[in-house]
């Protein structure tokens, strides 16, 4: 099973900026796709930045022009910046590693979940 490690979160003043650092580990064959999602409260947990294994870089509305998604997939490593954060951002991040098996199964992984406060 892929572990995936996140870290970052915590409390951010309004207008500041976040850095979420994740990376996958243990018996991975090939990360097809690595992105970030978030759930606020009582609301379903949906896509924030992700980046797929043909480079190509997804980002949700709520979310461009004010996201950076960076990493390489053979690294297995990922990062996610958001900037001029407002309380709309509050909400748990969660990372999410897809590996694809030899024979095209993909098993998906999801990290422990950090808690981001946009708060004054």
């Known amino acids: 099973q892929v572990q995936v490690v996140e870290s970052g979160g915590g409390l951010v003043q309004p207008g500041g900026s976040l850095r979420l650092p994740c990376a996958a580990s243990?018996?991975?064959?090939?990360?097809?796709?690595m992105g970030w999602y978030r759930q606020a409260p009582e609301k379903q947990r949906d896509l924030v930045a992700a980046s797929t294994k043909d480079g190509s870089l997804q980002y949700a509305d709520s979310a461009r022009g004010r996201s950076t998604i960076a990493g390489d997939n053979s690294d297995h490593a990922i990062f996610m910046q958001i900037d001029s954060l407002s309380p709309e951002d509050t909400a748990v991040y969660y990372c999410n590693a897809d590996d694809q098996r030899t024979d095209g199964e993909v098993l998906s992984s999801w990290g422990q979940g950090n808690h981001v406060i946009v708060s004054s």
């Open positions: 243990g018996p991975i064959h090939r990360i097809s796709f």
